[in-house]
């Protein structure tokens, strides 16, 4: 079945700095490709999504880059700020059924 | 649009005893998925519904757990009994149909089992 592994588990930057977390997934048949920010206590909330057919997309500070070929994936976070700071979980689909990520810790530090 | 509901918020309980959650997915959703999400980990996939029927219950430890959904809309998840490595967060998600839907997910039950 689906692996998904993701990179680093725990990230501190300042803030203005950008953020970059990297995930590999192992089925080359996935072709959804969501991150989910999940602050203290809260549920996981949507915050970005790529599917198979495009290399990268944008949305303000956030971009999301996939590797068909590496089979990989990336959540770009620039010009970090303290309201960043959370739990950001990757996740892999072919169908309807997310292989989550073990999540990466934000820390952006005013 | 309202959300999706989850009930109780939190729940504490003794090993050995039972316990269900509730789970009211956003309405027309005919997806309903639940999830445990052990502290520091991802969510792990228990069991998924389409409208009532299930789709995928491979990772659903059924000597103690079970789920319903039984008119299509809300579900519930039970344990029965409760071991002390069932302390977890359980959300429920759901999406409008089927194939890389956007899943919404609920404000979850944290489960502590003692």
């Known amino acids: 079945g689906e692996n998904v592994e993701q990179h680093p588990s725990t990230l501190s930057v300042q803030e203005g700095d950008s953020a970059v977390i990297k995930c590999t997934y192992s089925d080359s048949a996935s072709n959804y490709f969501p991150w989910y920010k999940q602050e203290l206590g809260k549920r996981p909330q949507l915050i970005i999504d790529i599917r198979s057919n495009v290399g990268e997309k944008k949305d303000q500070r956030i971009a999301v880059t996939l590797n068909k070929t590496a089979k990989h994936f990336s959540l770009h976070i620039t010009e970090t700020q303290p309201e960043d700071s959370a739990v950001y979980f990757c996740?892999?689909?072919?169908?309807?059924?997310?292989?989550f990520g073990t999540g990466t810790r934000l820390q952006v530090f005013p | 649009e309202a959300g999706v509901a989850q009930s109780p918020r939190y729940k504490i309980i003794e090993k050995r005893q039972s316990v269900a959650f509730w789970c009211n997915p956003i309405s027309g959703h005919a997806t309903l998925y639940w999830y445990q999400q052990i502290l520091g980990q991802g969510p792990k996939l228990l069991i998924q519904?389409?409208?009532?029927?299930?789709?995928?219950d491979s990772q659903l430890p059924k000597d103690r757990f079970s789920a319903e959904r039984l008119k299509g809309v809300d579900s519930t998840l039970k344990i029965q009994p409760a071991k002390l490595e069932d302390s977890a967060v359980y959300l429920c998600?759901?999406?409008?149909?089927?194939?890389?839907?956007?899943?919404?997910f609920g404000p979850g039950t944290r489960l502590t089992v003692l």
């Open positions: 519904f389409q409208n009532n029927g299930v789709v995928d």
């Open positions: 998600a759901s999406i409008v149909g089927r194939g890389g839907d956007t899943q919404y």
């Open positions: 996740a892999a689909s072919k169908t309807d059924k997310l292989i």
